[in-house]
Structure formats: C-alpha cells, structure tokens
C-alpha cells in the first residue's frame, strides 16, 4: 500500500519525504525503502532520459584509518589500493578463504583515510571480516550519514547551478562541496550504467539536499525497482544474487577489478583459487541471457544445453524497459558460454529457448572527461 510504514524494518533520513511524495515504501536489507513512486517502467525511462534521484541510505559508509591502510587493505581486497590517487573511488571486492566473495564495494582515497561504501546487508558481516584479519586498523561505521544518488545524463545538469564545482568531477573522481550551505561528499559514481553523483551528508540536513535537488526540473525521486533494472541492463551484479561466497571474482567475471599488478601475485584470502581460475579459467562462468517470448526468467531457474541437459542457473531476470524483451543474468558451464551460444531456461515448468549474449545489455553512458 503506497505510503505505508511496514514492519520494524529502519527508517532512513528521508522517510517522511518517501511518504510525502507517495512513495510505496517495502522493507530491504534491514530498512524500509521506497520501491516505486509513479511506477518502474516510468521511473526506469526517466532516469535514461534525464535524472532520477534515489535513497541509498541503507548502504554502509565506513572511514578507514590507521597506518598504511591501503596497503593493509590490500591483504584482504584484491584491488590495487596503494595505486589509488588521493581522491580517486575504485571498485573492488573482499574475497574469504575459499576465493569467494565476502562483498563488493567502493573504495575512495581521502586525504586522512579510506572510505567505503559496502551493501547494508553485509555490514555486519564485512565489519567482523575487516577487524579479525585487520586488528591495527580502525573502522567508523558512519550509520548517521545519508546518501542520495543522483543519475541519468541530465544529472550534471540538475547540478549546474547548485554546486558548478562538483560539474568538475572525473568518473570515479571525489570531492567535498557544500551544497545550499551543507557539507557534502559527492563521488561521480553509481550503479545505474548512467552518468551520475553518489551524495553523502549528515542525516537531518539530507531532506533539504534532497529537496533543493527534485526541485529541478531534470530530477523525479525513483525507487529501488527502477535501481534494479537499471543495474540488470549495466550488466552489474547484485551480491546475494549474482555474487555470494561461494562465487569467485573470475567466474564472476570481476577480475578486471584486480588490476594489473596485483593479478601477478594475489597474497589475498582464496588467491590460490583466484590464480589457478586465471590461469586455467573457471568451470562456469557469469553470462547474460536474453529469453525468447515475453516471460520473465527470475533468479533461481535452471538453465540447459541445448539437449535439456542442466547446466546453469538464473541468478537475476526482469523485463528491459530499454529493449523491451526479457533479459537475465546467470552462470552456465564455461564450454556454453560463448556469446551466441542456443541455451534453454525452465518458465514455469516450460522449456524456453535462449541465448547467450554479452554484457551489458545497455552499453554504459557515463561522464566523458574532456581532453586538456
């Protein structure tokens, strides 16, 4: 029911906003969150043709500190984070023993520590991770803090005359700004495939940042169906759908995030897997896929060769308001895998043809840095 508050699920700082603009509030990952306002497909398209502005509050933003700690990070995090220049944001993954995937998240280099943006629903779990195998660093989870993503090719735009600076911003550049008299960070990052600012803020002050930004007129408040979506047709992936623990960074098809350094010599959790994948390949791997015929293959339906032998599994699907077809994401056995390759995937009991095709459906449109 649109507006209504639903179990004990925590509220974000722009609660009361979600409900005065009529958003349909669902509880996810711990907190309650608007899934739509006037609808996904509606919501979905605006953000591709102008800008939408989302409450990622939920996620987990943690500060780092301590001597070294991007070198420290480092034994835990297969990215190269001592190459990270001072205000640059980098996506990486934290692997476990068994060269699977504890989280993925976002890494930026500030000019007193790390910052990190985690999945709310791993907080908990990526925290214990970091202080058991990195006891001399320490970690503020800043759980007071608001974040707000503004995306789609109008954002910069809907900036223009608020905050002209942030206009400056490189891809997976950061920066410190203040916006109608409010300390922000902003970070030229998000998850949409989309050119965009990810925006942090004290709590109580993120009703006015958000409010002075759905004043514009590029900018309409979306919610998470849309965020889905968007990221499905990136080709990006959604930890405890297309990554988990058991996933490695290379069947995932994330190894690109190791860079080239650290691929010669990963001394991280699970790196002997990691480097026997990269070296030898993996046994599956992550594929798009994109069914035959209107319906919608969701996560969890078995996917099979050609002969109706199992070989795969669906781990995301939706419909693409961009394509207009159905589109998914899962693993296949890595002989099956090549783009092109006749597949079929189980819809409700039926047997559908589909077919392996590359990622990502939509190609990305993110901020082009102009030459100097």
């Known amino acids: 029911m649109p507006g209504s508050s639903q179990g004990t699920a925590r509220p974000t700082p722009l609660h009361d906003l979600h409900m005065a603009l009529g958003g349909k509030l669902v509880p996810f990952a711990g907190w309650e969150l608007p899934v739509q306002y006037e609808g996904i497909l509606a919501?979905?398209?605006?953000?591709?043709?102008?800008?939408?502005?989302?409450?990622?509050?939920?996620?987990?933003?943690?500060?780092?500190?301590?001597?070294?700690a991007a070198g420290q990070l480092e034994t835990v995090v297969p990215a190269s984070l001592q190459s990270l220049p001072e205000g640059r944001t980098r996506y990486a993954v934290i692997t476990n023993d068994d060269g699977g995937i504890v989280d993925d998240l976002l890494v930026t280099r500030r000019a007193d520590d790390i910052f990190l943006v985690i999945n709310a629903a791993r907080i908990d779990a990526d925290l214990t991770w970091f202080r058991s195998r990195l006891p001399a660093l320490m970690f503020n989870y800043r759980q007071e803090r608001a974040l707000l993503a503004l995306q789609g090719p109008k954002a910069a735009d809907a900036l223009s005359d608020l905050i002209p600076a942030a206009l400056e911003l490189a891809p997976f550049a950061y920066g410190e700004f203040e916006l109608l008299g409010v300390p922000c960070t902003f970070s030229r990052s998000g998850y949409t495939g989309e050119d965009g600012f990810e925006i942090g803020c004290d709590g109580p002050a993120a009703v006015s940042v958000a409010?002075?930004?759905?004043?514009?007129s590029e900018v309409r408040p979306a919610g998470l169906g849309a965020r889905d979506s968007l990221r499905l047709?990136?080709?990006?992936?959604?930890?405890?759908?297309?990554?988990?623990?058991?996933?490695?960074?290379?069947?995932?098809?994330?190894?690109?995030?190791?860079?080239?350094?650290?691929?010669?010599?990963?001394?991280?959790?699970?790196?002997?897997?990691?480097?026997?994948?990269?070296?030898?390949?993996?046994?599956?791997?992550?594929?798009?896929?994109?069914?035959?015929?209107?319906?919608?293959?969701?996560?969890?339906?078995?996917?099979?060769?050609?002969?109706?032998?199992?070989i795969g599994e669906v781990t995301s699907g939706t419909f693409s308001p961009s394509l207009g077809v159905p589109i998914g994401m899962g693993y296949v056995a890595t002989e099956h895998s090549e783009p092109g390759a006749a597949l079929q995937v189980e819809l409700r009991g039926r047997k559908v043809p589909a077919r392996v095709t590359p990622l990502p459906f939509v190609p990305p449109r993110r901020h082009q840095t102009r030459p100097t």
């Open 43 to 68: 919501e979905h398209r605006w953000t591709r043709e102008s800008a939408s502005l989302f409450d990622v509050s939920h996620m987990g933003q943690v500060e780092v500190s301590g001597n070294d």
């Open 211 to 216: 409010e002075a930004l759905l004043a514009r």
């Open 233 to 310: 047709e990136a080709g990006l992936c959604l930890y405890g759908s297309d990554i988990d623990a058991d996933t490695s960074p290379v069947e995932a098809g994330l190894a690109w995030t190791f860079g080239a350094r650290r691929q010669g010599a990963l001394a991280v959790p699970g790196g002997a897997r990691i480097e026997r994948e990269l070296a030898n390949g993996p046994t599956r791997r992550r594929v798009g896929l994109l069914p035959e015929g209107r319906g919608v293959v969701r996560g969890g339906a078995v996917v099979l060769d050609a002969s109706g032998h199992e």
